[in-house]
């Protein structure tokens, strides 16, 4: 049965799309609407029932999907860290394995299994650029750095960078926790907060970079490692000096005498 039902589901989207391609194709099928759009639960049977299960119960090689909300689907296939390659492949942000339209169909059939946060609308357009920023050096910027380019964790796990991070994907994040980072919750960080940050991450993007070189926007260690670099190797060219004159006054001095 679950083999038929992928062949006729696969048949539907390849056949709904030549004839969506089509010109004129409505008028061929004798119909008024829209070709139908991608299966969902054909998709996520296909492509991510091996390891989280049938319906997101779970299996030895994923975690069940039941409790982690439409957000945490949204996020981990939009930003193409799921479907992984194999069970032990390393959960990275990649270019994303469907379009648009069968993320969405994803989601929809998720929602059928799964509660947990919502996939969130978020409005930056009145945030609070400030805030956000205090906000994130509070609470982010420990893992992913001052200037959003990620960092190394314990026991070899990195924080990701932020600059290809949407909104979304930061609302997303810190509603649900993806990996090692930990989950926000409305009492920890408001929906506000939460708008305000996103404005900043997206503020990191392209920083107004005031006062010099802006050094990759690496952050403060690389900017100290170049002063102390630069300032040492500076103090060694001036004390080099100030010896070559002393040797070169010691020697006049012997030769005067």
């Known amino acids: 049965m679950l083999g038929c039902a992928l062949v006729a589901g696969t048949w ?32 996520y049977l296909r492509s991510c029932a091996m390891c989280h299960g049938a319906a997101g119960v779970g299996t030895a090689n994923g975690p069940s999907l039941r409790a982690v909300g439409t957000a945490s689907v949204d996020f981990m296939v939009r930003t193409g860290r799921m479907p992984l390659s194999s069970p032990d ?26 509660h947990g946060p919502e996939v969130p609308r978020v409005r930056t357009d009145d945030a609070d650029l400030g805030a956000g920023a205090t906000r994130y050096q509070q609470a982010c910027a420990a893992c992913h750095q001052s200037a ?23 609302a997303e994040a810190v509603r649900t926790g993806p990996g090692e980072m930990p989950t926000f919750s409305p009492s920890a960080l408001s929906d506000r907060d939460v708008a305000n940050i996103a404005a900043y991450v997206q503020y990191l993007h392209h920083p107004d ?21 630069l300032g040492l190797g500076v103090l060694v060219l001036a004390c080099g000096r100030i010896g ?14």
């Open 89 to 114: 492949a390393r959960v990275e942000r990649h270019e994303p394995k469907f379009t648009s339209a069968q993320v969405r169909a994803l989601v929809a059939y998720a929602s059928t299994f799964t």
């Open 12 to 43: 539907c989207l390849v056949g709904g799309r030549a004839a969506a391609s089509a010109p004129g194709s409505d008028m061929r099928l004798g119909r008024s609407e829209a070709a139908p759009g991608p299966d969902g639960r054909v998709l």
């Open 244 to 257: 070559v004159r002393a040797a070169d006054r010691a020697r006049r001095g012997d030769t005067d005498g």
């Open 148 to 170: 959003g380019a990620g960092g190394a964790l314990a026991n070899g796990d990195a924080a990701p960078s932020l600059h290809r991070s949407s909104s979304v994907d930061v």
């Open 209 to 229: 970079d005031r006062g010099g070189i802006n050094l990759g926007h690496l952050g403060p260690v690389p900017e100290g490692f170049i002063a102390w670099t």
